[in-house]
């Protein structure tokens, strides 16, 4: 029996592992930037690009589709890149929820046009991540390790913008190119993981490893390390805990994710509570 389990269960844990790494990352520069739901916005975004190319005959599985996906999440990442100014007069989520249910509305109408779209958005929403391969382990973690790479290099401007915009600003930094590129390199990862783990799954991966973190540590380092030891050990028990109970693996590691975090919340709520005076 738990021969079987790993053998079913030890490729889509690898993936979890990766989807980890990039999306924790990810996760405190959305949280900084205080546009939490950007993530989701710009998974829907794909999401509707995936269904156009659904319409024009190419699976989710194909290059075109990705293609389909990653064009229209540029645009999308424009558009948010656009959207930011300086005295922030309008606040960037309200921009970003009328995105969301924009682009969720259009691929509704698009899915509409085709006798199998229901389907379809069901797996864009909850993903197929039991169905993962080891190839696409690799070429994932690959892709994700370039742009790892690229954020590296540009760390210092992505970290500026993220928690400082105001210093940016004034030190001359050419912010809506710097949201842009960040924007677009979170828009290729983004368009990656929704094909393999659905809107909703990518989400809990980019904020809650994250918030874990932020309520468990203190430095940016000690945060990203306690954000991936988090995702990694409820990936475990959420995956073990749905091939037990026979459950669906992205919408089980989703509410294993929520539940962890309301637990880690409530925890973190009393201690503050104990330790404050009368």
Do not use: K, N
């Not at 509410?255 to 404050?276: D, Y």
């Amino acid at each position: 029996m738990a021969g079987d389990l790993l053998a079913l269960m030890w490729v889509p844990f690898l993936m979890c592992l990766v989807l980890t790494g990039i999306h924790a990352y990810l996760g405190f520069h959305v949280i900084a930037l205080e546009v939490v739901f950007v993530d989701i916005a710009l998974a829907q975004i794909a999401a509707l690009g995936a269904t156009s190319a659904f319409l024009f005959g190419y699976e989710i599985e194909t290059w075109q589709s990705y293609a389909f996906g990653l064009a229209f999440t540029i645009g999308g990442a424009l558009v948010l890149a656009l959207t930011r100014s300086r005295e922030r007069r309008v606040s960037q989520e309200a921009v970003i929820g009328v995105v969301y249910a924009v682009s969720s509305a259009a691929a509704v109408l698009l899915a509409d046009r085709s006798p199998h779209g229901a389907e379809h958005l069901r797996g864009m929403l909850v993903g197929s991540i039991l169905s993962v391969r080891g190839r696409e382990v690799f070429e994932v973690g690959a892709l994700y390790a370039v742009v790892g790479a690229f954020h590296w290099l540009c760390r210092r401007p992505f970290f500026l913008i993220s928690t400082d915009p105001a210093a940016a600003y004034r030190d001359g930094w050419r912010v809506r190119g710097w949201d842009f590129l960040f924007y677009a390199s979170f828009g290729v990862v983004v368009t990656s993981s929704v094909r393999i783990a659905g809107v909703l799954l990518v989400f809990s991966y980019l904020i809650v490893p994250a918030l874990a973190g932020i309520l468990l540590a203190g430095g940016v380092g000690a945060r990203l390390l306690v954000g991936w030891v988090f995702g990694t050990g409820v990936s475990v028990i959420a995956m073990v805990a749905s091939a037990a109970l026979d459950l669906p693996t992205g919408a089980t590691v989703v509410c294993a994710f929520g539940a962890t975090l309301l637990v880690l919340g409530v925890a973190a709520g009393l201690r503050a509570g104990g330790t404050g005076t009368m």
